[in-house]
T-cell receptor, first 113, second 110 residues
Framework: DGGITQSPKYLFRKEGQNVTLSCEQNLNHDAMYWYRQDPGQGLRLIYYSQIVNDFQKGDIAEGYSVSREKKESFPLTVTSAQKNPTAFYLC????????????FGDGTRLSIL | RKEVEQDPGPFNVPEGATVAFNCTYSNSASQSFFWYRQDCRKEPKLLMSVYSSGNEDGRFTAQLNRASQYISLLIRDSKLSDSATYLC???????????FGTGTQLKVEL
């Protein structure tokens, strides 16, 4: 089946630790995105990538890093510099970056131990 | 003013009712508009795109009013399974950057 796969579903981070969230898509989409969702808030854009080997900061990029070495993969690293990392992280993709709807993976819940 | 504003609800309606949600957006240069549905602790799923001429998909009708900068979603003959949070989403930046409203919660009851 074509789709977007995020892993793990649940992740626990210790203080001072970096963790990486995986996002893979087999839809042959050019564009990929990372959002976080906090209770009672809308989704906020962390990073996005319009094409392989290119990415831009979103609205809340501080404390996060990404890479886009392959078209199908867009991993997100939550670094120790992110002081409030507990959230629901959602990866999305779209055919390209021209006003297309985005389709989401089923998310990763990150919590601090 | 928030870029995308929605009434958070909850809207509690009986099964079979017609319910309408409105959403306003602040960026007049916005190019595309969507409604997503999000179930509790799940990912958002695209419900429908919203076109200038209005569009319908079964029991769902979406309207766009560019002059007043609002979008609406009408659900007819509500089902229990329609209970969810409905997110108004606007594309108002380069690179297909979407801005999400905080969502309107719908509860359909027997």
């Amino acid at each position: 089946d074509g789709g977007i796969t995020q892993s793990p579903k649940y992740l626990f981070r210790k203080e001072g630790q970096n963790v990486t969230l995986s996002c893979e898509q087999n839809l042959n989409h050019d564009a990929m995105y990372w959002y976080r969702q906090d209770p009672g808030q809308g989704l906020r854009l962390i990073y996005y990538s319009q094409i392989v080997n290119d990415f831009q900061k979103g609205d809340i990029a501080e404390g996060y890093s990404v890479s886009r070495e392959k078209k199908e993969s867009f991993p997100l690293t939550v670094t120790s510099a992110q002081k409030n990392p507990t959230a629901f992280y959602l990866c999305a993709s779209s055919i390209d970056s021209s006003n297309q709807p985005q389709h989401f993976g089923d998310g990763t819940r990150l919590s601090i131990l | 003013r928030k870029e995308v504003e929605q009434d958070p609800g909850p809207f509690n309606v009986p099964e079979g009712a017609t319910v309408a949600f409105n959403c306003t957006y602040s960026n007049s240069a916005s190019q595309s508009f969507f409604w997503y549905r999000q179930d509790c602790r799940k990912e958002p799923k695209l419900l429908m795109s919203v076109y200038s001429s209005g569009n319908e998909d079964g029991r769902f009708t979406a309207q766009l009013n560019r002059a007043s900068q609002y979008i609406s979603l009408l659900i007819r003959d509500s089902k229990l399974s329609d209970s969810a949070t409905y997110l108004c989403v606007v594309n108002s930046g380069g690179g297909n950057k979407l801005t999400f409203g905080t969502g309107t919660q719908l509860k359909v009851e027997l």
